[in-house]
């Protein structure tokens, strides 16, 4: 039992860590549905700031769920374009991060069922190109970071083989971060099926990757 535990529990924090971008929510800024109400009454600028605001992790999202950085792109392009174009369906009785994942996140399930539809098949390679910056560390540990690549990669293609309805709760709430009432709210499916799916994902990773930390374990002894 506790070894089960254990596994869960370094998953959930590899998970965690393959997340490069945070969220805002920080004291002192503006909101996003002040930003939004801002933009609907006319305001170019504030529709910047949210671009700004969310096209990293919007992208972060939209390409482990695609696996591709050029089609993610796209999607992420095609999301504010909407967002833009149709900044008055919006109304605040959601998060204005609930409306915009919504928006991506059926993009995204467009192309997959485009892919499908024309039998595209094409094997990705994961390439983390989110990190804009890299901070200096005298303790800096080549081989550490080279062994967390690699565990990164290999997670990333656990979450690709994921069936589509395990793979987006995995990838909002354990990578993106969303409480699971906001993940309910963006996939518009009831809670208790949000925990559910969430809770069977995380075993069908915790299967697929049982190697990887009994190794780690080995490692450690």
């Known amino acids: ?18 997340t490069t971008k945070t969220r805002v929510g920080k004291k002192g800024v503006i909101s996003d549905e002040e930003l939004i109400a801002r933009f609907q ?4 600028q504030a529709f910047d700031m949210l671009v700004r605001r969310y096209k990293d992790q919007l992208l972060n999202f939209v390409y482990r769920f695609v696996g591709n950085q050029s089609d993610a792109e796209d999607i992420v392009q095609e999301t504010f374009l909407r967002v833009y174009k149709n900044k008055h369906y919006y109304k605040e009785i959601a998060k204005f991060s609930t409306w915009v994942y919504t928006i991506a996140g059926n993009l995204a399930k467009t192309e997959l069922r485009r892919r499908k539809r024309h039998k595209i098949f094409s094997v ?10 890299d901070i ?11 062994d967390g690549t690699i565990k990164e990669d290999i997670i990333q293609k656990a979450i690709e083989k ?11 709430r354990d990578v993106q971060g969303f ?5 309910s709210q963006i996939l518009n499916i009831p809670l208790g099926t949000v925990k559910s799916r969430v809770n069977r994902g995380r075993l069908k990773l915790q299967e697929d990757l049982k190697f990887l930390f009994e190794s780690e374990t ?3 002894m």
């Not at 039992?1 to 393959?18: E, R, W």
């Not at 990705?124 to 910056?133: A, G, H, P």
């Not at 200096?136 to 080279?146: I, S």
């Not at 409480?179 to 993940?183: D, G, K, R, S, V």
């Open 124 to 133: 990705s390679n994961f390439v983390n190109e989110e990190r804009d910056f």
């Open 162 to 172: 994921l069936p589509p309805k395990f793979k987006e709760v995995i990838i909002l």
């Open 136 to 146: 200096p560390d005298e303790k800096r540990n080549p081989e550490a970071e080279v």
């Open 41 to 44: 009454k006319g305001d170019v």
């Open 1 to 18: 039992m506790n070894g089960n535990f254990d596994k869960s529990n370094k998953l959930k924090k590899s998970l965690y860590y393959m």
């Open 218 to 220: 080995k490692d450690v």
């Open 179 to 183: 409480a699971y009432e906001e993940i």
